[in-house]
Protein backbone atom coordinates (compact mmCIF):
# COMPACT_ATOMS: atom_id res chain seq x y z
CA UNK A 1 0.00 0.00 0.00
CA UNK A 2 3.01 2.35 0.95
CA UNK A 3 4.14 1.94 -2.55
CA UNK A 4 1.09 2.29 -4.48
CA UNK A 5 0.41 5.48 -2.59
CA UNK A 6 4.25 6.99 -3.32
CA UNK A 7 3.44 5.98 -7.16
CA UNK A 8 0.13 8.01 -6.93
CA UNK A 9 1.41 11.08 -5.09
CA UNK A 10 4.20 11.24 -7.65
CA UNK A 11 1.49 10.80 -10.33
CA UNK A 12 -0.68 13.53 -9.05
CA UNK A 13 2.56 16.10 -8.13
CA UNK A 14 3.78 15.00 -11.75
CA UNK A 15 0.92 16.59 -13.59
CA UNK A 16 0.82 19.43 -11.23
CA UNK A 17 4.96 20.10 -12.27
CA UNK A 18 3.04 19.67 -16.09
CA UNK A 19 1.31 22.85 -15.39
CA UNK A 20 4.90 24.71 -13.85
CA UNK A 21 3.51 25.09 -10.36
CA UNK A 22 5.93 27.55 -8.57
CA UNK A 23 8.04 25.98 -6.57
CA UNK A 24 7.61 27.35 -3.19
CA UNK A 25 3.93 25.46 -3.48
CA UNK A 26 5.27 22.45 -4.35
CA UNK A 27 5.63 21.59 -0.28
CA UNK A 28 2.02 22.50 0.10
CA UNK A 29 0.38 20.76 -2.53
CA UNK A 30 2.01 17.66 -1.46
CA UNK A 31 0.99 17.99 1.98
CA UNK A 32 -2.27 18.01 0.74
CA UNK A 33 -2.37 14.99 -1.41
CA UNK A 34 -1.14 12.95 1.79
CA UNK A 35 -4.18 14.92 3.42
CA UNK A 36 -6.37 13.71 0.75
CA UNK A 37 -5.53 10.16 0.97
CA UNK A 38 -5.22 10.23 4.59
CA UNK A 39 -8.66 11.64 4.62
CA UNK A 40 -10.47 8.70 2.37
CA UNK A 41 -9.20 6.50 4.39
CA UNK A 42 -10.79 7.67 7.24
CA UNK A 43 -13.89 8.30 6.12
CA UNK A 44 -15.22 4.59 5.12
CA UNK A 45 -18.58 5.41 6.19
CA UNK A 46 -18.50 8.93 4.36
CA UNK A 47 -21.04 8.17 1.18
CA UNK A 48 -23.32 9.59 -1.73
CA UNK A 49 -26.09 8.53 -3.36
CA UNK A 50 -26.26 8.78 -6.53
CA UNK A 51 -28.94 8.30 -9.13
CA UNK A 52 -29.14 9.18 -12.82
CA UNK A 53 -32.44 9.23 -14.78
CA UNK A 54 -31.75 7.20 -18.00
CA UNK A 55 -33.66 8.86 -21.16
CA UNK A 56 -35.42 6.06 -22.61
CA UNK A 57 -38.73 7.19 -22.66
CA UNK A 58 -39.94 4.54 -20.22
CA UNK A 59 -39.47 1.42 -22.65
CA UNK A 60 -36.64 0.16 -20.12
CA UNK A 61 -39.18 -1.08 -17.88
CA UNK A 62 -37.14 -3.63 -15.88
CA UNK A 63 -35.70 -3.80 -12.67
CA UNK A 64 -31.89 -4.97 -12.46
CA UNK A 65 -29.69 -5.24 -8.78
CA UNK A 66 -26.38 -5.59 -7.08
CA UNK A 67 -24.65 -4.94 -3.92
CA UNK A 68 -24.29 -1.38 -3.80
CA UNK A 69 -26.10 -0.46 -7.19
CA UNK A 70 -29.93 -0.62 -8.70
CA UNK A 71 -31.91 0.71 -11.65
CA UNK A 72 -35.48 0.54 -11.34
CA UNK A 73 -37.56 2.43 -13.29
CA UNK A 74 -39.89 5.62 -12.15
CA UNK A 75 -42.54 7.45 -13.90
CA UNK A 76 -40.29 9.07 -16.49
CA UNK A 77 -37.66 6.17 -17.68
CA UNK A 78 -34.92 3.84 -15.77
CA UNK A 79 -32.86 5.49 -12.88
CA UNK A 80 -29.49 3.91 -11.87
CA UNK A 81 -28.68 4.21 -8.17
CA UNK A 82 -25.28 3.98 -6.83
CA UNK A 83 -24.01 4.43 -3.08
CA UNK A 84 -20.54 5.45 -3.60
CA UNK A 85 -18.01 6.95 -1.56
CA UNK A 86 -17.91 10.16 -0.31
CA UNK A 87 -15.18 11.77 -1.96
CA UNK A 88 -16.80 14.69 -3.45
CA UNK A 89 -17.57 16.99 -0.60
CA UNK A 90 -16.07 18.01 2.83
CA UNK A 91 -12.84 19.02 1.31
CA UNK A 92 -13.11 22.92 2.52
CA UNK A 93 -11.74 22.37 6.09
CA UNK A 94 -9.23 19.70 4.90
CA UNK A 95 -7.15 20.66 2.33
CA UNK A 96 -4.81 23.87 2.81
CA UNK A 97 -3.95 25.07 -0.57
CA UNK A 98 -6.44 26.24 -3.25
CA UNK A 99 -5.02 24.67 -6.32
CA UNK A 100 -4.35 21.50 -4.56
CA UNK A 101 -8.18 21.76 -3.16
CA UNK A 102 -9.43 22.50 -6.43
CA UNK A 103 -8.05 19.42 -8.47
CA UNK A 104 -8.31 17.07 -5.59
CA UNK A 105 -11.97 17.94 -4.87
CA UNK A 106 -12.33 17.25 -8.77
CA UNK A 107 -9.98 14.07 -8.54
CA UNK A 108 -12.70 12.62 -5.81
CA UNK A 109 -15.41 13.93 -8.02
CA UNK A 110 -14.37 11.84 -11.08
CA UNK A 111 -13.51 8.61 -9.58
CA UNK A 112 -16.47 8.42 -7.10
CA UNK A 113 -18.50 9.39 -10.96
CA UNK A 114 -16.45 6.87 -12.66
CA UNK A 115 -17.78 4.15 -10.10
CA UNK A 116 -21.70 5.14 -10.59
CA UNK A 117 -20.93 5.12 -14.13
CA UNK A 118 -19.35 1.38 -14.41
CA UNK A 119 -22.49 0.57 -12.49
CA UNK A 120 -24.79 2.38 -15.25
CA UNK A 121 -22.67 0.47 -18.02
CA UNK A 122 -24.63 -2.33 -16.49
CA UNK A 123 -27.62 -1.45 -17.21
CA UNK A 124 -26.89 0.29 -20.73
CA UNK A 125 -25.55 -3.02 -21.86
CA UNK A 126 -28.84 -4.80 -20.49
CA UNK A 127 -31.14 -2.14 -22.20
CA UNK A 128 -29.14 -2.92 -25.28
CA UNK A 129 -29.43 -6.30 -24.70
CA UNK A 130 -32.94 -6.67 -23.87
CA UNK A 131 -34.97 -3.86 -25.61
CA UNK A 132 -32.18 -2.76 -28.53
CA UNK A 133 -32.36 1.11 -27.06
CA UNK A 134 -28.36 2.74 -27.03
CA UNK A 135 -28.89 4.99 -23.73
CA UNK A 136 -26.27 7.60 -22.43
CA UNK A 137 -24.73 7.31 -18.61
CA UNK A 138 -25.38 11.12 -18.51
CA UNK A 139 -29.05 10.68 -18.91
CA UNK A 140 -31.45 12.95 -18.16
CA UNK A 141 -31.55 14.08 -14.02
CA UNK A 142 -29.64 13.32 -11.77
CA UNK A 143 -30.19 13.10 -7.88
CA UNK A 144 -28.13 12.80 -4.79
CA UNK A 145 -27.99 12.64 -1.49
CA UNK A 146 -24.85 13.05 0.97
CA UNK A 147 -24.46 11.00 3.96
CA UNK A 148 -21.14 12.08 6.35
CA UNK A 149 -20.87 11.53 9.88
CA UNK A 150 -24.66 10.28 10.51
CA UNK A 151 -25.02 8.55 13.89
CA UNK A 152 -25.48 5.30 13.83
CA UNK A 153 -24.49 4.90 10.53
CA UNK A 154 -27.10 4.37 7.60
CA UNK A 155 -26.72 1.09 5.86
CA UNK A 156 -27.40 0.16 2.36
CA UNK A 157 -30.79 -0.58 2.81
CA UNK A 158 -31.66 2.73 4.39
CA UNK A 159 -29.32 4.95 1.38
CA UNK A 160 -31.26 2.97 -1.14
CA UNK A 161 -34.90 3.74 0.52
CA UNK A 162 -33.99 6.93 0.79
CA UNK A 163 -33.10 7.27 -2.45
CA UNK A 164 -36.38 5.60 -3.99
CA UNK A 165 -38.08 7.74 -2.04
CA UNK A 166 -36.15 11.25 -3.39
CA UNK A 167 -36.63 9.79 -6.99
CA UNK A 168 -39.83 9.21 -6.72
CA UNK A 169 -40.56 12.92 -5.33
CA UNK A 170 -38.83 14.07 -8.45
CA UNK A 171 -39.46 11.56 -11.17
CA UNK A 172 -42.86 9.69 -9.98
CA UNK A 173 -43.40 6.13 -9.64
CA UNK A 174 -43.41 3.68 -12.42
CA UNK A 175 -47.11 2.81 -12.96
CA UNK A 176 -47.11 -1.17 -14.22
CA UNK A 177 -45.55 -4.08 -12.25
CA UNK A 178 -42.24 -4.18 -11.78
CA UNK A 179 -40.03 -6.88 -13.86
CA UNK A 180 -36.77 -8.25 -12.50
CA UNK A 181 -34.41 -8.63 -15.74
CA UNK A 182 -31.26 -11.22 -15.19
CA UNK A 183 -28.49 -10.89 -17.13
CA UNK A 184 -25.00 -11.62 -16.84
CA UNK A 185 -24.33 -7.99 -16.92
CA UNK A 186 -25.08 -7.54 -13.72
CA UNK A 187 -22.09 -9.21 -12.61
CA UNK A 188 -19.39 -8.44 -14.98
CA UNK A 189 -16.67 -6.22 -14.34
CA UNK A 190 -17.43 -2.75 -16.05
CA UNK A 191 -14.99 -1.48 -13.09
CA UNK A 192 -12.29 -1.99 -15.01
CA UNK A 193 -11.37 0.42 -17.43
CA UNK A 194 -10.81 -1.63 -20.63
CA UNK A 195 -14.24 -3.17 -20.67
CA UNK A 196 -15.86 0.17 -19.66
CA UNK A 197 -14.52 1.65 -22.27
CA UNK A 198 -15.29 -1.18 -24.98
CA UNK A 199 -18.95 -0.60 -23.84
CA UNK A 200 -18.33 3.49 -24.90
CA UNK A 201 -17.03 2.41 -28.24
CA UNK A 202 -19.75 -0.68 -28.83
CA UNK A 203 -23.13 1.61 -28.25
CA UNK A 204 -21.30 4.33 -30.09
CA UNK A 205 -21.12 2.42 -33.01
CA UNK A 206 -25.14 1.27 -32.56
CA UNK A 207 -25.87 5.06 -32.65
CA UNK A 208 -23.49 5.63 -35.62
CA UNK A 209 -25.31 3.07 -37.25
CA UNK A 210 -28.76 4.06 -36.64
CA UNK A 211 -27.67 7.74 -38.05
CA UNK A 212 -26.32 5.51 -41.33
CA UNK A 213 -22.34 6.91 -40.64
CA UNK A 214 -21.20 3.46 -41.75
CA UNK A 215 -17.58 4.04 -41.62
CA UNK A 216 -17.34 5.80 -38.56
CA UNK A 217 -19.37 2.82 -36.78
CA UNK A 218 -16.79 0.48 -38.48
CA UNK A 219 -14.26 2.71 -36.74
CA UNK A 220 -15.81 2.52 -33.15
CA UNK A 221 -16.83 -1.40 -33.56
CA UNK A 222 -12.56 -2.03 -33.98
CA UNK A 223 -12.57 0.66 -31.37
CA UNK A 224 -13.94 -1.99 -29.17
CA UNK A 225 -11.32 -4.93 -29.71
CA UNK A 226 -8.53 -1.98 -29.07
CA UNK A 227 -9.94 -1.26 -25.71
CA UNK A 228 -10.29 -5.16 -24.80
CA UNK A 229 -6.89 -5.24 -25.66
CA UNK A 230 -5.86 -3.80 -22.33
CA UNK A 231 -6.62 -6.37 -20.26
CA UNK A 232 -4.20 -8.84 -19.15
CA UNK A 233 -3.42 -11.33 -21.89
CA UNK A 234 0.07 -11.97 -20.50
CA UNK A 235 -1.60 -15.69 -20.40
CA UNK A 236 -2.36 -16.10 -24.18
CA UNK A 237 -0.13 -17.17 -26.83
CA UNK A 238 0.84 -14.28 -29.81
CA UNK A 239 0.27 -10.39 -28.76
CA UNK A 240 -3.03 -10.13 -28.19
CA UNK A 241 -2.74 -6.76 -27.10
CA UNK A 242 -1.35 -5.57 -30.50
CA UNK A 243 -2.78 -7.98 -33.18
CA UNK A 244 -6.47 -8.24 -33.90
CA UNK A 245 -6.18 -12.09 -35.20
CA UNK A 246 -4.32 -13.07 -31.95
CA UNK A 247 -6.66 -11.57 -29.32
CA UNK A 248 -9.74 -13.40 -31.66
CA UNK A 249 -8.06 -16.26 -31.12
CA UNK A 250 -7.60 -15.71 -27.33
CA UNK A 251 -11.37 -15.12 -27.44
CA UNK A 252 -11.81 -18.64 -28.86
CA UNK A 253 -12.71 -17.19 -32.18
CA UNK A 254 -12.11 -19.09 -35.70
CA UNK A 255 -10.10 -17.85 -38.80
CA UNK A 256 -13.33 -16.12 -40.33
CA UNK A 257 -13.74 -13.76 -37.33
CA UNK A 258 -9.92 -12.68 -37.03
CA UNK A 259 -10.31 -12.10 -40.88
CA UNK A 260 -13.50 -9.65 -40.07
CA UNK A 261 -11.53 -8.14 -37.20
CA UNK A 262 -8.47 -7.61 -39.53
CA UNK A 263 -10.89 -6.01 -42.68
CA UNK A 264 -12.28 -3.53 -40.15
CA UNK A 265 -9.41 -3.13 -38.82
CA UNK A 266 -8.02 -1.98 -42.43
CA UNK A 267 -10.98 -0.17 -43.11
CA UNK A 268 -10.50 2.27 -39.82
CA UNK A 269 -6.74 2.58 -40.53
CA UNK A 270 -7.28 3.68 -44.41
CA UNK A 271 -10.56 5.28 -44.65
CA UNK A 272 -11.51 6.29 -41.15
CA UNK A 273 -9.29 7.14 -39.02
CA UNK A 274 -6.46 8.47 -41.36
CA UNK A 275 -6.59 10.06 -44.67
CA UNK A 276 -6.82 7.21 -47.69
CA UNK A 277 -4.12 6.76 -49.67
CA UNK A 278 -7.03 6.04 -52.57
CA UNK A 279 -10.21 5.65 -53.63
CA UNK A 280 -11.92 7.96 -50.72
CA UNK A 281 -14.66 8.89 -52.45
CA UNK A 282 -15.51 5.13 -53.10
CA UNK A 283 -14.48 4.00 -49.77
CA UNK A 284 -18.31 2.33 -49.57
CA UNK A 285 -16.70 0.07 -52.40
CA UNK A 286 -14.97 -2.09 -49.58
CA UNK A 287 -18.39 -2.13 -47.31
CA UNK A 288 -20.64 -5.16 -48.15
CA UNK A 289 -24.17 -4.56 -47.73
CA UNK A 290 -23.90 -6.59 -43.95
CA UNK A 291 -20.63 -5.92 -42.98
CA UNK A 292 -21.88 -3.16 -39.87
CA UNK A 293 -24.14 -6.12 -38.88
CA UNK A 294 -21.34 -8.74 -39.07
CA UNK A 295 -19.37 -5.87 -37.09
CA UNK A 296 -21.54 -5.61 -34.74
CA UNK A 297 -21.86 -9.39 -33.50
CA UNK A 298 -18.09 -9.95 -33.63
CA UNK A 299 -17.94 -6.73 -31.11
CA UNK A 300 -20.79 -8.12 -29.05
CA UNK A 301 -19.53 -11.53 -28.82
CA UNK A 302 -15.95 -10.18 -27.97
CA UNK A 303 -17.21 -7.80 -25.30
CA UNK A 304 -19.24 -10.40 -23.62
CA UNK A 305 -16.74 -13.11 -24.58
CA UNK A 306 -13.91 -10.77 -23.11
CA UNK A 307 -16.15 -9.62 -19.73
CA UNK A 308 -16.61 -13.44 -18.91
CA UNK A 309 -12.80 -14.03 -19.17
CA UNK A 310 -12.32 -10.90 -17.20
CA UNK A 311 -12.48 -12.72 -13.61
CA UNK A 312 -9.73 -15.88 -14.53
CA UNK A 313 -7.02 -12.70 -15.00
CA UNK A 314 -8.76 -9.72 -12.14
CA UNK A 315 -6.77 -6.87 -12.28
CA UNK A 316 -9.39 -4.89 -10.26
CA UNK A 317 -11.79 -5.87 -7.71
CA UNK A 318 -15.54 -4.97 -8.84
CA UNK A 319 -16.74 -4.80 -5.27
CA UNK A 320 -14.11 -3.95 -2.73
CA UNK A 321 -14.83 -3.93 1.08
CA UNK A 322 -12.49 -0.58 1.39
CA UNK A 323 -12.64 1.67 -1.48
CA UNK A 324 -10.13 3.69 -0.19
CA UNK A 325 -7.36 0.83 -0.74
CA UNK A 326 -8.96 0.15 -3.91
CA UNK A 327 -8.66 3.33 -5.35
CA UNK A 328 -4.77 3.72 -3.80
CA UNK A 329 -3.92 0.19 -5.50
CA UNK A 330 -5.49 0.75 -8.60
CA UNK A 331 -5.15 4.69 -9.05
CA UNK A 332 -2.73 3.93 -12.38
CA UNK A 333 -5.97 2.79 -14.24
CA UNK A 334 -8.49 5.16 -12.67
CA UNK A 335 -5.89 8.21 -12.96
CA UNK A 336 -5.64 7.19 -16.98
CA UNK A 337 -9.63 6.47 -16.94
CA UNK A 338 -10.58 10.01 -15.48
CA UNK A 339 -8.71 12.34 -15.32
CA UNK A 340 -6.99 15.03 -18.20
CA UNK A 341 -3.43 14.77 -19.77
CA UNK A 342 -2.46 17.84 -19.32
CA UNK A 343 -3.01 20.98 -16.50
Known amino acids: MNIARARAKSMILAWFDKGKLPRPLRAGVAADIDRFFDTIAERTHWHECLSTLLDDRGQADF ?15 LVVTSIVPGWN ?18 LGHYARQYIHRSNIAKVLMAAWERNGL ?16 FQPKVTHAEMFAAAERSNAAVWGRFPKALRVYRTRW ?18 RAQALVAADFELEALAAYDCVLHSLQNLDWSWAPGNPKRDRRDICGALGFGRRSADLAEHVYF ?18 DYL ?28 LDPSPKD ?3 WFVTNFTQVWSAVWFRDP
Not at 63 to 77: T, Y
Not at 89 to 106: H, P, Q, Y
Not at 138 to 147: C, D, P
Open 89 to 106: FGWRDVLEDEIAEDMLSD
Open 323 to 325: WAS
Open 288 to 315: ENDLAARASRLTSRALRKAADIEPQHRR
Open 63 to 77: IMKGHDWCARPSGKG
Open 267 to 284: LRNQFVAHAGGWRWWDAV
Open 134 to 149: VLHPFGAGLNIQRYSD
Open 186 to 203: SDRNTLDPAIHQAIFHFL
